[in-house]
């Protein structure tokens, strides 16, 4: 045989093995197992117990555990023994564990200061575990999302731990950093799976927000409060402790003032309350429409409601039998701030109810009830003459605009007389109030000046409503045929144009008629016995006197022998 040329063998290639490419969408999982596991409502114990039984499953299933009972020996998921997905989920447990602990610890350090040195060591525990999340993800095979996710992830726990360390630059870096990641992956990923993406941006703004304002912008107060509004659950709280924290650190101990009179030196909380009251007017300017309004409102009447109850609790307990004058003061003063910012509150609901086109005119008398209700009980905290008369010119302008709305509302069901009563009733209380104009607010003096045009456009329509129906019910009773519901059996004497009788079906009488009650004895038969004569029987009838004399020997006789007269 003449072997083969070199050139001529034909070599076969071995089929090369396709790599695997791994891939973990973090934040979907964390997020699913928080809102699963106690994070709803905020249990992070619950959680941190969730961590270790899903950690114990996965190092069983995957078959990495650490030792057995008797002897630990740790095993850490190293690049060359990741065979799936789950090997991932290891480390990502693990950095989790060690957060929700944090989180746990923060929620204690409230009441036990010195858990803070531990909530800062479990946040550095899960911080080196992120760090191996994604040393483990860049050394193998996986998709480019899962290693912007594990950078993203790793940004957050830095940032986290900066921000409790009070490290403000790098925690605004690890915190934008993280927030870039993750609006990008938003923009990149359809739809349905955006939003879990955006609601982590959202949750990382305040955070940015207080840093910034660390760092040295003072405008950053003003926007944690106009976020305070739209947020809800831990975050909100998380929220109001950073605002606290700021109001506290601006706080001083100067004296307060109202209206002339000392108020004493305040606490830091208190103190805090009248610095975000103070800043109030900017973060509403500042929120996008009404209903932002409403919220923030909301949340500083809450931090009212518990400077005062504050307040009330401080005075109880230390200034037993000392001068109570400054205290009570202090005390009118924050009521009067509630009750201002509740005023406006209502007045912002009304404008809401005005735009709206669902909204009922009652709807809108019951907003104007409350905040007179509000202005009376702001009149009851001073007796100074001016503070009334400007209360009282208030008073008048917001009864105006109640009336108004009242006599609208009758209007709706066509009482005009009732309606052109009511305007005018709302006429006079504009002209009362604008009497004292000095005591008016600019805006409250030019909204008076647009109701009198409103009355006086809305009499004239009732006016022209009223005469108007009164012109139909004439045409109508002098022409319309009327339609009677008794039937003709029962009006035989009326005579009525009812076209209901030439139709097949008239309203004469009911058939069958319905049954009388009759008494059980004809009453004739009772009545004849007194008209019957009787014929005399006297002759038959026997006489009593006669009996004796017909006794006689025969009568004595029978009765001696026993068987006389029974």
Known sequence: MIPKEESDIEVEEAPVPEQKVYSLEILKIIKEAQQQHGLRHGDYQRYRGYCSRRLRRLRKVLKITQGDRRHFKRRDVLAEMVRDDKFLQVPLTLAERAWSYAMQLRQEANTEPRKKFHLISRLRKAGAHALQLQQLIESIDCDPRTKLEAQA?????EGSINFELEVWGPAMENFK?????????ANALPEHEQGIYKARVEELAPNLRYCAYNIGDTTAIDDLMQMRGKLGGDLLNNLDSLITQTQEKQASTEEISWRGKSCGTASPKVAALLIADSRLKSTLDKASNNQAKVDILDAHLIDCKDAVAAVREEFRNELKGKDVDKPQHLIAYLQYIKLSRTLERNLILVKIAEESEKAKSQDIVRLYEAALHNLVEMSQLQDDENFLQ??????????????????????????????????QRSLQHV???????????????????????????????????????????????ANKQVKSKKMLSERLHEYVEDPSLLTKQPNVCKIPPPMECIPCKPLFFDLAANSIEFPDLSEKMQDPNRKQDRGGIAGLVKGFWGWGNR
């Open 177 to 185: 950093k993280a927030q870039v990641v993750y609006q990008n992956l």
């Open 431 to 477: 002209k009362d109030a604008m009497e004292h104009k000095t005591y008016l607010p600019d805006d409250l003096k030019s909204d008076l000046a647009k109701l009198i045009s409103l009355i006086e456009g809305a009499q004239c329509a009732a006016h022209a409503h009223s005469v108007l129906e009164e012109d139909q019910e004439e045409d109508t009773g």
């Open 153 to 157: 992830y790793v940004a957050y726990i």
């Open 390 to 423: 400007e209360h009282d010119s208030k008073t008048k302008g917001y009864r105006a605009f109640r009336c108004f709305y009242m006599a609208k509302s009758l209007a709706n069901l066509h009482r005009w007389r009732e309606a052109m009563a009511l305007y």
